[in-house]
């Protein structure tokens, strides 16, 4: 049997953090290390307790979760952050997704929707909810029809490119691999050159990125 996820879990509401707790604790995949009930704790918790992944709100008391995910990222680049909110504006979904946030689920949305965001965020994958994702290309298609070429791009081989339209259509590595016929390992491999050339912090905003650009 592989080893748990670990997680810990940031917000300000009582009886949210407490409810989240106990029911992503009765996972036999998921242990909950920790939680916090403002941006600074979970930022001190994370760096002392190391999860796997943090579940972070949005909005907290004196440091909000897009602080947060910007505080730890570049010193735990492997650490997967998913946000929970019921903010559905896209200054968030834009703040979070830059900052490095690789799942993003609504707080009224159900538990298993949080549940596949840990895990696939867990698997060094992302998700994103379908009534998000659908907002940002929108806002893509809103803000400029025809996008400055991004340079960054001409830095990816074909394979990459590839690999890239593929991941930003929210297929997971085995599914790139098995629809391009290649290892789930090379996809891997592809997939951190891609977030290397394109200078992102995750899946997600890689996947924008190539959606703003039109190769998605």
Not at 22 to 34: F, K, N, Y
Request: aromatic share 4%.
């Amino acid at each position: 049997m592989s080893k748990p996820i670990r997680l810990l879990i940031a917000e300000d509401e009582r009886l949210t953090r407490e409810n989240l707790a106990r029911l992503l604790a009765l996972e036999d995949d998921i242990e909950i290390v920790g939680t916090a009930a403002d941006g600074e704790e979970a930022v001190g918790l994370v760096r002392q307790r190391q999860p796997h992944v943090l579940l972070t709100d949005i909005q907290m008391p004196r440091l909000d979760g897009v602080g947060v995910i910007r505080a730890l990222k570049p010193e735990l680049p492997d650490l997967g952050i998913v946000v929970l909110t019921i903010y559905h504006d896209d200054a968030h979904v834009f703040a979070a997704v830059k900052a490095g946030a690789m799942g993003y689920v609504l707080k009224d949305g159900p538990l298993d929707d949080t549940l596949a965001a840990i895990r696939a965020v867990a698997r060094g994958e992302a998700l994103l909810h379908p009534s998000i994702a659908a907002r940002v290309l929108s806002e893509f298609s809103r803000i400029g029809k025809t996008p400055a070429p991004d340079s960054r791009f001409a830095e990816l081989t074909d394979r990459e490119l590839e690999v890239l339209k593929t991941l930003a259509t929210g297929k997971r590595n085995k599914e790139i691999a098995d629809s391009l016929f290649i290892a789930e390992k090379t996809v891997k491999n592809h997939v951190s050159a891609i977030l290397w050339k394109l200078q992102v912090n995750s899946r997600a905003e890689a996947a924008l990125l190539a959606a703003r650009q039109g190769y998605a």
